[in-house]
C-alpha cells in the first residue's frame, strides 16, 4: 500500500495504529534523501531531532488528541528555530542558531508535528525566484532548469515533490502563492495578524505574514487551525476569534451556490501568459458551473502596486536589517579600527545584491527631502488601493486572478533586470499591501507540463471563506493531483 | 523628480545605511536605481491630497499590560555574538573612543 502523502491522512493513519511516527518521518527523510540533491530545496535536514522527535510522540498518552500526530514539516529558514541554524539563506546569519522557537515552532510542535529541516529562500526573503540564497538556488521539481518561484521556493519545491506533505513560508509580496502557483501545490497568505509573527526574521513588517504551503486546502486548513490566533508576543497578532477552519470545510458544500467571485479583468490586458490566461478562464468556467456568480469588479489603483509595494516594502527593509550590526549574531568583519567600520565591512561581506540593493533603495525614499515624495506617497497610495479591494468585496464574496502572469521560468531568465523580476508579483502584492487573505490552488498545466495558480483574494480576516471556496474548487477539479515527473 | 542616481548618491545613501559597496556595485546600483525610480515615479502623478497613509493592515494593534515577564539567559543571549566576553556578561566592539 502506497504510505498516505496528506497530512490528514499521515496523521489518521498514525492515530489508528497503521503506521508510527518514526516509520513515518523515516519515510519522509529518506525522500529528502533521495530528492533533494538535485532540487536544493533544504537548507538544513535535521534527522536526529526529528526521529528523536517521533519516538517521543509514539510514546505519548495524549498522541491521539494531537491534529498534526507525526505529520513531517519543513519550515522556511527565515523561521527561528531554537537549536536549528537559522540563517534566512543569508551570508550574514551562516551559523546562526536561535536562543528561541518562533511562535508558530511552538503551534505545530504543540500540536504533535515533526520538523525534519529548514528549507532554502531567497535571502531574507527578498527575491520571486530563490535564485538570491547566498547558498544556491533552488530548483523547480516539474522542471529542473526552472526556477520554484519564490521567495519560499524551498518550501514550495519540497511540498511538490511530496518531501514533506505541509510546509510554512512568509508571504510579503506573493512569497508563498507565487511558488506554490509555480509548484503546483496549495498556498495560504493569512490576513495580515491570523498569525503571530514573533520569531519571524522581519522583512517587511506591515507586510510580512508567515503561511502553509500543502497539497490540498484541507491541509492548509488544518495548519491554520494550528497556526492561527492571538500572541502576546506579538502586538500585531489579531486578537479575533479563530474560526475552525478545517471543520468549516468538512461541513462544505460540492457546489458553490451563492459565493460571488470578482474578476478585475482590466488587470489582465496585458503581460498575462497566453497558456496561463486560457487556464484561468476555464478555472472561472468551473466555478461558474458548479453556481457561482461571476462578477466584473474594478481595482483602479492596482496598476499602481507594484511600485507602492517596492518602496514601502525596501523602506521597511532598510529599517529591519540595520539590526545585522555584526554584534550580536552572525558574521563580523575581522580586523575593523572602529565600530563604523565593523558595521560596514560586515554588512558589506554579509549581505548579498539584491539585499543591498533594497537597503540603498529603501534608505534613499527614507532620507531627508525624498520622504514625502515616495514613502509618505506610497502609504497614501495604499490606502487607496485598501479602499479599492474593500470597495469590491462588499459586492463578492472573493476576487479571482492569476497567482502570476506567467507560470515557472528559466534559472537565470530574469536575474539581470529587477524590475522584470519584480513584476512577476503583479496579482500578489495587493493582498499585502491591503493585509487580505488569499490562497493559490492548482488550476491547469501548460503544453510543457508547467503548473498554473488560481489566486482568490477575500475580506480581512474572513480566511475562511477563502479556504472553503478553494476547497469547492479543488475538489470539482483534477489539478491537485497532478504530480511533477518521478526524477529519473 | 530624479532621472539619473549618480555614483555619488549611491555612496551617500550607503554610508547612510553603514553598508560597504565595491565599484563595481556603486556603478550597477546607480544604473539599476535610476531604473527603479523612473518606475516608481508613476505613484506620483496619483492624486492624494487629504487620503490618510495606510502604516499597516490588520484589524486593530492587542496591547497588554506591560509586565515584567523571564527573558533569555544572558549566556543564550551572548552565545551567538562573533566577540563576546561571557565571564563579564558583554558583548565585544573596536574600541569606541580613541
Not at chain 1, 505529520?71 to 550574514?92: E, F, Y
Not at chain 1, 518561484?149 to 510546509?167: D, E, K, L, T
Not at chain 1, 508547467?450 to 477563502?466: E, F, H, I, K
Request: hydrophobic share 40%; with cysteine; net charge negative.
Amino acid at each position: 500500500m502506497e504510505s498516505p502523502t496528506r497530512a490528514r491522512d499521515i496523521r489518521d493513519a498514525i492515530v489508528s495504529g497503521q503506521r508510527s511516527a518514526v516509520e513515518t518521518c523515516r519515510e519522509a527523510l529518506d525522500r529528502i534523501a533521495a530528492l533533494n540533491p538535485p532540487l536544493n530545496a533544504f537548507r538544513a535536514v535535521v534527522p536526529e531531532r526529528a526521529l528523536a522527535r517521533a519516538a517521543e510522540l509514539d510514546a505519548r498518552a495524549d498522541r491521539t488528541t494531537l491534529p498534526l500526530l507525526g505529520v513531517p514539516v519543513a519550515l522556511k529558514d527565515n523561521i527561528c528555530t531554537r537549536g536549528i541554524a537559522t540563517t534566512a539563506s543569508s551570508r550574514i546569519l551562516d551559523g546562526y542558531v536561535p536562543p528561541y522557537d518562533a511562535t508558530v515552532v511552538e503551534r505545530l510542535e504543540a500540536a504533535g508535528a515533526v520538523i525534519v529541516g529548514k528549507t532554502n529562500c531567497d535571502e531574507f526573503a527578498m527575491g520571486s525566484s530563490t535564485e538570491n540564497s547566498a547558498f544556491g538556488p533552488t530548483c523547480n521539481p516539474w522542471s529542473v532548469d526552472r526556477t520554484p518561484g519564490g521567495s519560499s521556493g524551498g518550501s514550495a519545491a519540497a511540498v511538490a515533490a511530496r518531501m514533506v506533505p505541509v510546509a510554512l513560508g512568509s508571504d510579503t509580496g506573493g512569497s508563498i502563492r507565487q511558488p506554490a502557483a509555480l509548484c503546483g501545490v496549495v498556498g495560504f497568505k493569512p490576513s495580515y495578524g491570523r498569525v503571530s509573527r514573533y520569531g519571524l526574521i522581519a522583512f517587511a513588517s506591515s507586510l510580512d505574514q508567515i503561511g502553509p504551503f500543502a497539497t490540498t486546502v484541507a491541509d492548509a486548513a488544518v495548519m491554520m487551525d494550528v497556526l492561527a490566533g492571538p500572541d502576546p508576543r506579538d502586538s500585531t497578532a489579531s486578537a479575533a476569534p479563530v474560526p475552525d477552519f478545517s471543520r468549516t470545510l468538512d461541513g462544505n458544500d460540492k457546489r458553490m451556490a451563492g459565493v460571488r467571485v470578482g474578476v478585475p479583468r482590466h488587470l489582465f490586458a496585458e503581460g498575462v501568459d497566453a497558456e496561463v490566461n486560457a487556464a484561468f478562464e476555464a478555472a472561472l468556467e468551473v466555478t461558474r458551473g458548479l453556481g457561482a456568480e461571476l462578477v466584473d469588479v474594478s481595482l483602479p489603483y492596482s496598476p499602481q502596486a507594484i511600485p507602492v509595494y517596492y518602496v514601502i516594502a525596501t523602506a521597511e527593509a532598510s529599517s529591519n536589517l540595520a539590526r545585522y550590526d555584526g554584534v550580536r549574531y552572525g558574521h563580523r568583519a575581522a580586523n575593523a579600527k572602529t565600530p563604523v567600520e565593523m558595521y560596514e565591512r560586515t554588512r558589506g561581506a554579509g549581505f548579498g545584491r539584491e539585499v543591498k540593493r533594497r537597503i540603498i533603495l529603501g534608505t534613499y525614499v527614507l532620507s531627508a527631502g525624498y520622504y514625502d515624495a515616495y514613502y509618505r506617497q506610497a502609504q497614501q497610495v495604499r490606502t487607496l488601493i485598501r479602499d479599492d479591494y474593500a470597495r469590491a468585496l462588499t459586492g463578492v464574496d472573493v476576487i479571482a486572478m492569476p497567482t502570476s502572469p506567467t507560470a515557472a521560468f528559466k534559472l537565470g531568465e530574469r536575474t539581470e533586470d529587477p524590475v522584470q523580476m519584480y513584476l512577476s508579483d503583479v496579482f500578489t502584492v495587493g493582498a499585502n499591501l491591503a493585509g487580505l487573505p488569499a490562497v493559490t490552488v492548482p488550476c491547469g498545466l501548460t503544453t510543457n507540463r508547467l503548473p498554473v495558480g488560481l489566486q482568490l483574494t477575500g475580506r480581512l480576516m474572513d480566511d475562511a471563506t477563502v479556504l472553503r471556496v478553494a476547497d469547492v474548487y479543488e475538489r470539482a477539479t483534477p489539478w491537485s493531483s497532478e504530480r511533477p515527473p518521478q526524477p529519473a | 523628480m530624479t532621472d539619473t542616481f549618480s555614483r555619488g548618491d549611491v555612496e551617500r545613501v550607503a554610508h547612510l545605511a553603514r553598508l560597504e559597496l565595491n565599484a563595481e556595485e556603486k556603478d550597477l546600483f546607480a544604473r539599476q536605481l535610476a531604473g527603479i525610480l523612473a518606475y516608481a515615479e508613476q505613484i506620483q502623478r496619483v492624486p492624494t491630497e487629504g487620503v490618510e497613509p495606510t502604516s499597516h493592515a490588520g484589524d486593530a494593534a492587542m496591547l497588554r499590560d506591560d509586565e515584567v515577564q523571564p527573558s533569555l539567559p544572558r549566556a543564550a543571549s551572548l552565545a551567538a555574538a562573533p566577540d563576546a566576553d561571557a565571564a563579564a556578561g558583554l558583548f565585544k566592539v573596536p574600541r569606541v573612543i580613541g
